[in-house]
């Protein structure tokens, strides 16, 4: 990325190296460097932590210049295709499995929906907060998904803003909740088992005691979704 400044190399130990560095240092040189990166993957997961607790305001930034890329909301698996956020529990992935690829057996099913099990962890892990800490998502919408999708399937509502459907907060933390049905936006609480499990996120985060908050906001409405954003940063602790 061409906007951030390099580091200055020429003071850092050879264990703190990264291999693109210690792979030039053998180009020019021939001198081997040992870059042990289990170490180091383990220390700037520290910092980054650290950087989320102390800056929750860069954080968000950061995930606000997110919302200006379009992507496809599918991935693959082994030639399927599955919608990213219906992949976190297995009765999730499998009926979204089934959905969207109606040509495999009940056999692939189960296979693909078992794969994304045993890898869930793993990205459970990389992306936890840390204690007190909480993940801030954001999410465009279109095509009918609004808030209005939400109501009945929530423990608690506040619709303040109705006239806007398709702007609105989902959080699985009570006391978030409370915090944010005082902003002038729409703001659904869903923190309790559903009947149906749909392999979302944010049922996951409710089940595992995650504060998690998404932010929905219409397609391209750009300077709408970094207006929410700047509410919940001012006024969440």
Known sequence: MPDIPQRDVRHILPRWRTAE???????????????????????????????????????????GQATEM???PEVGIEGAKIDPNRM??????????????????????????????RDRHKFLHAIRPP????????????NGY???SEVAISDRTSLKDAKNPHEFFLATNSADFDRLAV?????VLQN??????DGSF???????????????????????QRELLGWLEQNLA
Request: net charge neutral.
């Open 146 to 148: 609004s808030v209005e």
């Open 21 to 63: 560095e210690a792979g030039d240092i053998y180009a020019d040189s021939g001198r081997v460097i040992n870059v042990p990166e289990c170490y180091q993957e383990s220390y700037y997961e520290h910092l980054v932590f650290q950087f989320w607790e102390h800056h929750p305001g860069a954080k968000l930034k950061l995930a």
């Open 192 to 197: 309790a088992a559903p009947k149906d499990d």
């Open 183 to 187: 902003s002038p936006f729409n703001v």
């Open 131 to 142: 204690r007190g800490g909480r993940i801030v998502a954001l999410h465009n919408n279109s």
């Open 202 to 224: 944010s049922r996951l985060a409710a089940r595992l005691g995650i504060r998690y908050i998404n932010l929905e906001c219409g397609l391209g409405k750009t300077q709408r």
């Open 70 to 72: 379009l992507w496809s």
């Open 88 to 117: 976190f529990s297995r009765e999730g992935a499998e009926k979204n499995l089934r959905l969207l690829n109606p040509n495999w057996s009940e056999a692939q099913i189960s296979n693909g929906a078992l794969a994304l099990e």
